[in-house]
């Protein structure tokens, strides 16, 4: 039985990440680490696919479809059954996780630091600023995980997002956060496969040169999957497209947490 932590990169592309992260590269070209495709779920927004990936639904099937619905998720998903099992349950994420999970609306003073058990979330870090720094989000991560060895960590910062939604994806600002992406994670991938975790790094949608998402082209909605396994074995880049869909079961058989019905679709195996 493994732990648990997944960085969801919000905006991170296929290429550009494959490209531009130069040391999940290096895991991936050891065999450290895998590196899997994604065409992610449609349309190619964040609240719908926050609550994909959770969920392991469809966004027709979850009723998330669009960013502007704010209400909490009423499907089963990865923090709830976590939570269920006797599990601990953590994120560092933008607030509208505390409002898919925790509590909607948000409120900026009550949810932005929570410890409670009782909350699908139980050890929540929010932030609300599309630029808040990457940085300061990894350092709450890193935190979570040296004070409460969490079970399962959402990590999901926002940087990428904002630089290709800012400048476009075809910008040296795009493409070079990235490369900072990778730099401020490599030490703590390096902790926390020491701890015994395994990593997952993948994005929620990509992003075009308009500064755009929420369509259908490659460019929107490819994404990267990492694996980073503690024991470090890996199977390079696998030429094998997986589905976003896959995420929750995985996440959950991991962990040896019951997979609810409506997770329908086949965990990954990376024996
Ligand atoms: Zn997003």
């Known amino acids: 039985m493994s732990k648990v932590i997944l960085v969801l990169s919000?905006?991170?592309r296929y290429d550009v990440a494959k490209d531009n992260m130069g040391f999940l590269g290096h895991l991936v070209?050891?065999?450290l680490a895998s590196l899997y495709k994604i065409t992610g779920e449609l349309p190619s927004m964040s609240r719908p696919m926050y609550e994909t990936i959770h969920t392991g639904l469809p966004s027709n099937e979850h009723g998330?479809?669009?960013n502007?619905?704010?209400?909490?998720s009423t499907r089963p998903n990865i923090f709830q059954s976590v939570r269920s099992a006797g599990k601990v349950t953590?994120?560092?994420?933008?607030?509208?996780?505390?409002?898919l999970y925790n509590r909607a609306p948000y409120d900026r003073v009550d949810d932005k630091e929570t410890d409670d058990e009782s909350l699908n979330i139980q050890h929540g870090r929010f932030y609300t600023e599309d630029e808040y720094p990457d940085v300061e989000l990894f350092a709450s991560a890193a935190h979570l995980v040296r004070k409460f060895s969490p079970d399962y960590l959402l990590l999901h910062p926002m940087g990428m997002d904002y630089f290709g939604e800012t400048y476009?994806?075809?910008?040296?600002e795009y493409r070079n956060h990235a490369v900072h992406q990778d730099s401020k994670l490599a030490p703590f991938i390096m902790e926390w496969k020491e701890r015994g975790y395994i990593i997952f790094v993948t994005g929620d949608h990509g992003i075009n040169k308009d500064g755009a998402h929420g369509g259908t082209t490659p460019e929107q909605r490819t994404v990267p999957f990492f694996v980073i396994q503690p024991q470090g074995g890996g199977r390079g880049e696998v030429d094998e497209s997986i589905s976003h869909l896959q995420i929750a079961p995985t996440i959950l058989k991991l962990l040896n947490v019951p997979i609810p019905e409506t997770m329908k679709e086949k965990?990954?195996?990376f024996d």
Do not use: Q
């Not at 502007?68 to 909490?72: E, P, Y």
């Open 10 to 12: 919000d905006a991170l």
């Open 29 to 31: 070209e050891k065999k």
């Open 64 to 66: 998330i479809v669009a």
């Open 68 to 72: 502007s619905i704010v209400r909490l």
């Open 90 to 99: 953590a994120a560092a994420a933008y607030y509208w996780y505390s409002e």
């Open 168 to 172: 476009g994806s075809d910008t040296k």
């Open 267 to 269: 965990p990954l195996d």
